[in-house]
């Protein structure tokens, strides 16, 4: 598998403004990616968060032009990473390639005292495509740029045994019927350098140690320089905290870097294991790899 030079990743849109910010915060994630191979610079959206303007405020305080994006990752459906799409894809105003599972566009359920919508836009596929999106779905995974790939898709029984769905709350449609939704479609991506490999995800759904095993299986490499996203530890139970923190301190994994879902709890756990190697997200945020 090839190098990719460097990564630039700029944190457009996370739940937590940081101290003293000037940016917005939201329920969600979006990275603007640099990717650098010799003189040649390609630029990912990884995620578009709720709602789009925060993602461009924040953009136009980062001097970032959103028209530079070549390729949309998709994590999952869920509104808190496809929410902002539409107004983010009427912003680039030209023909990008947008990677996403299958079910993609599914619809999603939260099932608490009455079921809650947070799937995609109505109708985000057609309206994708009329803003000039060329959708390229898959299940396995996808090289998007040597030296790039999404992870494609971990269902339940590959997973490590901690990570799967024992039970859930949330519910996909299906032939008019809800039906129990173990959020297979989250793909993730992982990127080759020279120094490691860098593992990112939306909310990790699938579990994030097995999104960092995928990782490792398709670039066949077990340095891991960083994982960055968030990891949905915020209602798990203590013992699950702590064999992830464990596990991939463990994997060797260099640094950290984590909010949105993951929840204090986790985040606790995280910076007291790797120390100054934990960095907790927000936006506006810059990551230098």
């Known amino acids: 598998m090839e190098f990719i030079d460097g990564i630039r990743i700029y944190v457009l849109a996370e739940d937590f403004a940081g101290y003293s910010s000037r940016f917005w915060a939201q329920h969600g994630i979006s990275f603007f990616m640099e990717i650098f191979k010799g003189k040649r ?6 995620d578009t968060a709720t709602h789009h303007m925060p993602v461009l405020f924040n953009a136009h305080l980062l001097r970032l032009n959103l028209e530079d994006v070549e390729y949309i990752v998709l ?22 390639q947008i990677f996403a599972h299958p079910e993609i566009f599914k619809e999603s359920y939260a099932i608490d005292d009455e079921p809650r919508y947070i799937g995609p836009p109505e109708n985000m596929r057609e309206k994708i495509e009329e803003y000039g999106g060329k959708w390229v779905l898959g299940r396995d995974p996808i090289e998007i740029l040597p030296g ?14 901690y990570e799967t769905h024992k039970e859930t709350k949330v519910f996909m449609k299906k032939e ?5 939704d ?18 990112i995800g939306g909310c990790s759904h699938p579990g994030i140690v097995s999104m960092v095993k995928r990782a490792v299986e398709i670039t066949h490499r077990e340095d891991i320089l960083a994982v960055v996203g968030g990891f949905h530890l915020v209602n798990v139970k203590e013992d699950r905290i702590k064999r992830t923190v464990d ?9 950290i870097f984590t909010g949105h879902c993951t929840g204090l709890r986790a985040e606790c756990e995280f910076m007291k294991v790797f120390g100054k190697r934990f960095h907790k997200l927000h936006a506006g945020m810059i990551i230098e790899i």
């Open 41 to 46: 610079r390609d630029v990912i959206l990884f």
């Open 148 to 161: 790039i790939w999404t992870l494609g898709e971990i269902p339940q029984e590959e997973r490590i045994e």
């Open 182 to 199: 173990y959020m297979e479609d989250e793909i993730g991506m992982v990127v080759n350098t020279p120094q490691g490999i860098v593992v």
């Open 247 to 255: 596990d991939l301190n463990s994997m060797g994994v260099r640094e």
């Open 176 to 180: 008019g019927n809800l039906i129990p």
């Open 75 to 96: 994590s999952h459906s869920h509104y808190d990473h496809t929410g902002g799409v539409l107004g983010i894809m009427k912003e680039i105003n030209k023909e990008v």
